[in-house]
């Protein structure tokens, strides 16, 4: 196993993540524990030291069945994360509440790692808020000890992580964002790992197979890595482009199984980064894979002819990160910050914008497919 030096401490750079766990009946809120215990066992056997859960994994079971799984271990030979769950508002004034029950279901008196959890557009106004003291509790745990490293994750864009960190950047000691070789130039990964660059924070990885994607290519893109490295699965190329990447402390993997396991910590035994050829290949890769995404480039010449004032840029970025995931909840949650009269369903298919889109973007069909996408 790979290890990484934070402040002293030896990290496994591969994490366990715990928010796909095995589950019984594919019902997510039923953990199977005696898969789990097996995947916990075997990563303790093989170096992983790094277990990342939180209160809403799983239906709020994640951090009771990791607490079970790890109390069979000493509590200093490995190492517990979790998170203060501000994706919902109405947890924010019970950072205290939610705290000491987060302790007990992990069988803990500390967490190695805390996180604001998933910093995003619909929550920053409430995380700056000082009434709520979040930030104010959970730096006097941290000074008691009950908190060892405080962070944060984010899954919202640039200028709201910039926000947070403005406020509170000088007091976080990690930062864990979704990065892989699709997302540095689709979500503006490069741009983040700058930003928590300048601040002197690591980083910590979340989705770095995107969901899986990145681990079942199309045919000809898999071969097209084979023929550079072909002893590597494509999962693992994924891997290879965060060891490339100097920032990088510790990779989050949710591994639903024990296979996925065993494969993913064979490939951090070893430390491979990726030479040019095989950088650029990869970003090759990852452009075909997002060739059906509408290409925007923010000029914003269509905002000033939209008679609804709709922030036009910012809803087809949304929308293509939705197209593009097949669903998912950053969308949504996004949306969530913008008042209905803004959103894509207030779009009235004038076309006034289209006629000055330098792209061509058929931006009033997209409005529509948006809404429907939504409602559904």
């Known amino acids: 196993m790979i290890y990484k030096e934070f402040q002293g401490l030896r990290i496994s750079a591969l994490g366990m993540g715990c928010m796909r766990l095995p589950v019984v009946d594919g019902n997510d809120a039923k953990i199977d524990e005696a898969a789990t215990q097996e995947m916990v066992d075997y990563a303790m056997a093989h170096g992983v030291n790094y277990f990342d859960t939180a209160w809403g994994y799983h239906e709020g079971n994640s951090e009771t069945v990791m607490g079970k799984a790890l109390s069979q271990y000493s509590r200093e030979s490995y190492f517990l994360a979790t998170k203060f769950p501000g994706y919902d508002l109405s947890n924010m004034p019970k950072v205290q509440e939610i705290f000491e029950k987060q302790l007990e279901k992990c069988k803990t008196g500390y967490f190695d790692f805390y996180l604001f959890h998933n910093v995003c557009e619909m929550n920053i ?28 994750s984010a899954h919202g864009n640039y200028e709201v992580m910039k926000r947070f960190l403005e406020a509170y950047g000088k ?46 290519l199309l045919e000809k893109d898999a071969d097209r890595l084979r023929r550079l490295r072909p002893d ?9 482009f ?37 950088m650029d290949t990869l970003f090759s890769v990852a452009d075909g894979m997002l060739q059906g995404v509408l290409p925007c480039t923010a000029c914003r010449y269509c905002t000033a002819h939209c008679p609804k004032g709709l922030d036009i840029p910012m809803l087809l970025e949304l ?43 058929k931006i009033s069909e997209a409005m529509a497919d948006f809404s429907e996408k939504m409602n559904g």
């Not at 995380?127 to 405080?150: F, P």
């Not at 590597?232 to 290879?240: D, H, P």
């Not at 920032?247 to 030479?275: A, C, R, W, Y």
């Not at 949650?333 to 289209?354: D, F, I, L, N, T």
Request: glycine share 8%; hydrophobic share 35%; net charge negative.
């Open 125 to 152: 106004d409430a995380y700056l808020d000082e009434t709520y003291k979040i930030h104010a509790y959970l730096m006097e745990q941290k000074k008691n000890g009950r908190i060892r490293h405080l962070g944060f």
């Open 171 to 216: 007091d976080m000691e990690f930062g864990q964002i979704q990065l892989n070789y699709v997302d540095w130039s689709f979500q503006d990964a490069k741009e983040k790992v700058e930003l928590l660059r300048s601040y002197h924070i690591p980083v910590w990885v979340m989705e770095p197979l995107r969901g899986g994607k990145l681990a079942k």
């Open 319 to 361: 929308y293509n990160e939705h197209s593009f995931t097949g669903g998912g909840f950053i969308a949504p949650m996004a949306m969530m910050a913008v008042p209905k009269e803004k959103q894509p369903s207030a779009c009235v298919g004038c076309r006034s914008c289209e006629k000055v889109c330098p792209q061509q973007i």
């Open 242 to 278: 965060l060891q490339t990447i100097p920032d990088v402390t510790v990779v989050l993997s949710g591994m639903s199984d024990f296979g996925q396991m065993q494969e993913n910590i064979h490939t951090f035994e070893t430390e491979k980064p990726l030479g040019q050829t095989e």
């Open 232 to 240: 590597e699965g494509t999962a693992a190329w994924a891997f290879r």
